[in-house]
């Protein structure tokens, strides 16, 4: 099966969580996208109906509008449920998100959803954080040099990440560097160093968050429940 | 003696840890103030040369070219020494900053500084952080209500600041919450929950960062140094 009818397959199994009424959290991303439209069909088709959703990027809000899925601002309140992909996922469904970039929004939504599914393939499987990917981190332009330096003394690699030969910048404006971790690492740990450093916005590791990870691999889609 | 004759002497003080050659981080508001001219007249007079400062704020950048100071943007090396006022100073010179709005790019200069110096008058003095003061948390306004009440969930009032009947936008273009605190807290503990907290970009608390002020009273100024 293609990676794109995977991600779809398990977008699907992640949609069944929505029902009328709920107020929802939309995902960034390749895998996140299926679950836009799914739900945007679920409408259309009258399966569902009096939701709203929170969008977690410019790229998502577009595709929420032309799929007619009446959007609002997160306040207070949270959402009911929210939807998205994952770069790489833990045994105990702790996940890296941001290679896509939109890790501030996402994180900022989805750490204030009552359910938080994960949708992914097999190949997002690791057997800790960092294993196959760096933990992206969302930091000011101002201070740059002097964030990364306090970065590296955590034990990584810091990289500024770059699109076409410049440096990608968020929705928010900021850059992002992506930490290379050689060694396993403490999680939690490294997660609130990097939090207190000055200049950080938000990194990539959601930890505690996801209830349920959507899997899909090649005998189908399986559900992982946080331990 | 004026207010503004004690920030004077405090300023006084402490710019005597200038030397020639350093990097000098320069902090922001009226009792920093006095420090950048004080800085601005040594160099003048030259009783000092080859320094470069980074202003942490639009006002401290202008107020330092006025007075011939080389700027520079602070990088992987730091500062040599930084100076700066405070809202609130505990016996062990944690301190709490930001009333002035300008917390974010201050502890990214002054955490990075080898040298922190606080400046004040007698009135800043309390038994602990939050006695008179409220902890300022710079956030992002997207997900605004949301992140406040994350905030109100450590323990806090936190209240929009306004100017002129309008929220205050920082340097950076963000809204600021102050964050009252009717008990006394575990500092430390705060400060990293309120890190960890998607949405906000640093909070006014500078912990175990100075290590010497220098507290103007009418009985002339006194330096504490961190225990």
Known sequence: M?????????????IKHVESGMRVGLGTG???????????EMLKNGDIRD?????????TERLATEGGIPLFEIDGDGVDVAIDGMDEVAPNLDVIKGLGG????EKIVESRAKLFVLIGDASKRVSRLGE?????VEILQFGF????????RLGCRPVLRERDGKP???????????????EPFDTHAVALAISATPGVLEHG???DMAKIAYVAGDDGVIRLDRP
Not at 4 to 12: N, V
Not at 51 to 59: G, L, V
Not at 102 to 105: D, G, I, N, Y
Not at 168 to 182: A, E, K, L, R
């Open 51 to 59: 939701i709203k959703a929170a969008a977690t990027s410019k790229e």
């Open 168 to 182: 990608f910048v968020s929705d928010n404006g900021n850059p992002i560097v992506d930490c290379y971790f050689d």
């Open 132 to 136: 196959k990917t760096p933990v992206p």
């Open 2 to 14: 293609s990676a794109e009818a995977l991600k779809e397959k398990a977008a699907q199994e992640a």
């Open 205 to 207: 590791m959601f930890l």
């Open 102 to 105: 939109a890790l501030l929004r």
């Open 30 to 40: 390749s895998t996140a996208k299926y679950a836009i439209l799914g739900i945007a």
């Open 145 to 152: 040099d002097s964030t990364r330096k306090d970065l590296e």
